[in-house]
T-cell receptor, first 112, second 116 residues
């Protein structure tokens, strides 16, 4: 079973601070996706990273895929209250099952 | 991006009744659909994978006779919770994926089930 460990599990910060969320595994994934979920709603895709070492930026969010495609990180610069939510990483094992392996999630709370 | 819809968004039922949840891919053909369950403040737990025209594959510990899944077309999958009990109360989310190996998985908005 391929597992994805996410850390931290919970993060409460002040508006304007920076933060990094980590997603680690001992397994290799063909791609890795980051989602953001708000209460009572389904996850919304933020980004997909495919190539080892790849870095993608989405406004104040920077996503990085590890060289070995086993880990990833999400860095948020100058966090805002609107960034509050549950952040989920999910790896594609590229097996016949085609199901994503989800991390345990990071609950972010940004205080104004 | 692709759109996946779920219906109903919220349902309250009495213990012992059955509830059907629909999942539709609105602008693409979903060869594979997934059903997840999510408890408060936790991540998504995969329940089953369904491929159009074939039987669903259930994850370990998920009762296939209790959670009936039908994937009758390339745009529709249904999850029926049979003889629901209060412990089945949860947030159920479906997702859909197209035919290519690298196709993105898109999620529905979820269905909140409350069993009284």
């Amino acid at each position: 079973t391929q597992l994805l460990e996410q850390s931290p599990q919970f993060l409460s910060i002040q508006e304007g601070e920076n933060l990094t969320v980590y997603c680690n595994s001992s397994s290799v994934f063909s791609s890795l996706q980051w989602y953001r979920q708000e209460p009572g709603e389904g996850p919304v895709l933020l980004v997909t990273v495919v190539t080892g070492g790849e870095v993608k930026k989405l406004k104040r969010l920077t996503f990085q895929f590890g060289d070995a495609r086993k880990d990833s990180s999400l860095h948020i610069t100058a966090a805002q209250p609107g960034d509050t939510g549950l952040y989920l990483c999910a790896g594609d094992p590229n097996t016949g099952r085609r199901a994503l392996t989800f991390g345990s999630g990071t609950r972010l709370q940004v205080q104004p | 991006g692709a759109v996946v819809s779920q219906h109903p968004s919220r349902v309250i039922c009495k213990s012992g009744t059955s509830v059907k949840i629909e999942c539709r891919s609105l602008d693409f053909q979903a060869t594979t659909m997934f059903w997840y369950r999510q408890f408060p403040k936790q991540s998504l737990m995969l329940m089953a994978t369904s491929n159009e025209g074939s039987k669903a594959t259930y994850e370990q510990g998920v009762e296939k006779d209790k959670f009936l899944i039908n994937h009758a077309s390339l745009t529709l999958s249904t999850l029926t919770v049979t003889s629901a009990h209060p412990e089945d109360s949860s947030f159920y989310i479906c997702s859909a994926r197209g035919g290519g190996a690298g196709d993105t998985q898109y999620f529905g908005p979820g269905t909140r089930l409350t069993v009284l």
